[in-house]
């Protein structure tokens, strides 16, 4: 399984980017679908996860209201809309898969980054 990641860039605080996740390989062994991000000296933090059959979603705290999760299984592509973008947003966007609902996520694809200026 390979995971791509693309769409960020540079926004201004307030402002809106889409992350796009593209699968490729053994997409069928993908059952959930999630972001995580890392910010320069922090830990790696998950952002948010979606499932594969019933579409399930789950957000990090930070980030509930503002991102939006989604998955297109046609496309093998899921998508993280990100709105009222905050500085502490910034951060490289990483996507992830797992092989079943309780399962780690073990596929990762590289990051995109995405800042956000004042």
């Known amino acids: 399984v390979q995971l791509q990641a693309s769409g960020g860039g540079l926004v201004q605080a307030g402002g809106s980017l889409r992350l796009s996740c593209a699968a490729s390989g053994r997409t069928a062994s993908i059952y959930k679908m999630g972001w995580f991000r890392q910010a320069p000296g922090k830990e790696r933090e998950f952002v948010a996860h979606?499932?594969?059959?019933?579409?399930?979603?789950y957000y990090a705290d930070s980030v509930k209201g503002r991102f939006t999760i989604a998955r297109d299984n046609a496309k093998n592509t899921m998508y993280l809309q990100m709105n009222s973008l905050k500085l502490e947003d910034t951060a490289v966007y990483s996507c992830a898969g797992a092989p079943g609902a309780t399962a780690r996520f073990i596929y990762w694809g590289q990051g995109t980054q995405v800042t956000v200026s004042s």
């Open positions: 979606i499932g594969r059959s019933d579409g399930s979603t």
